[in-house]
């Protein structure tokens, strides 16, 4: 299976449309609300790390006008996305790998980071800990990460309980369908990745059909490891979450890292 289908960054580049159109599946009112519970002030600079069509980014900006807030992706067509529909201003929005050691474009101290919806696991494990690094660094003291995980119970379950495992939306009459996973997990032997069959299918309005299977590959992070390995390496405290702020984030597992007050 892992041989006829396209990696899911193909996905990402050159269909954000649909990721944007399929992925509107989440209340980012109540989860920005969430987060700034965690801060416990409001926020001044924040990054939207992993931030696909920047939905946090924008909501933020929508409630706390005064904040400078960031978004960083990989993809250039996530940025145009962002801009188009959710009016995230493009020079904001930097189009840069994260994980790989670059300058991070952060103009001021951040009091919050935000990772969410399973993108960490798109860093192995050296990236991940250069990623942790410049993420430290570009804090001020007192900022939080926030780090939305997968389920590990749901994983064992093979996703097949995943809320947001069936998506289907109609965009200007084209009907988009997700299935996430469309098949068994593949778990490698030899670390905790996992690879993750998907396929998006395009009903157009003249009846004509449209498949792509994708294969998305993730290291799966526990919150315990990240845990640890954040506090280990460079000194991040853990922040407890309470019920509220979890209900808010229903597919996932939240972690939230603090810098300690200088
Ligand atoms: C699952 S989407 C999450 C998007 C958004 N945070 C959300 O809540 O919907 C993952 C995003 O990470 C981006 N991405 C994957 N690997 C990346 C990397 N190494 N550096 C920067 N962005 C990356 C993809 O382009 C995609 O937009």
């Given at each position: 299976m892992a041989y006829s289908r396209l990696s899911v960054a193909r996905f990402y580049e050159k269909e954000p449309e649909a990721y944007w159109a399929l992925s509107r599946d989440r209340d980012f009112d109540a989860q920005i609300a969430a987060a700034v519970s965690l801060l416990g002030n409001e926020p001044r600079a924040v990054a939207d790390l992993f931030?696909?069509?920047?939905y946090h980014g924008a909501a933020l900006r929508r409630r706390f006008a005064a904040c400078d807030v960031v978004a960083i992706d990989a993809s250039p067509a996530m940025r145009d996305v962002a801009a188009r529909f959710?009016?995230?201003?493009a020079e904001n929005y930097f189009v840069s790998p994260l994980g790989?050691?670059?300058?991070?474009?952060?103009?001021s101290p951040l009091c919050m980071a935000l990772i969410l919806r399973?993108?960490?696991?798109?860093?192995d494990d050296d990236q991940f800990i250069t990623f942790l690094s410049t993420v430290h660094d570009a804090l001020r003291p007192g900022g939080l990460v926030l780090i939305e995980l997968h389920s590990i119970p749901l994983l064992f379950g093979?996703?097949?309980?995943?809320?947001?495992?069936s998506r289907t939306v109609e965009i200007d009459g084209r009907r988009i369908t997700c299935e996430w996973p469309d098949g068994p997990l593949m778990w490698r032997s030899d670390s905790w990745t996992v690879e993750m069959p998907l396929t998006v299918s395009w009903a157009e309005k003249t009846g004509a059909l449209r498949d792509e299977k994708y294969l998305s590959i993730e290291r799966i992070y526990s919150e315990r490891e990240i845990v640890v390995a954040a506090s280990r390496c460079f000194g991040l405290e853990q922040v407890e979450i309470g019920e509220t702020e979890r209900a808010a984030f229903p597919d996932g597992e939240l972690v939230c890292l603090r810098r300690p007050d200088a």
């Open positions: 931030a696909g069509p920047a959710e009016g995230f201003p790989e050691g670059r300058t991070w474009p952060v103009r399973y993108s960490i696991g798109y860093l093979g996703l097949q309980d995943l809320g947001i495992k």
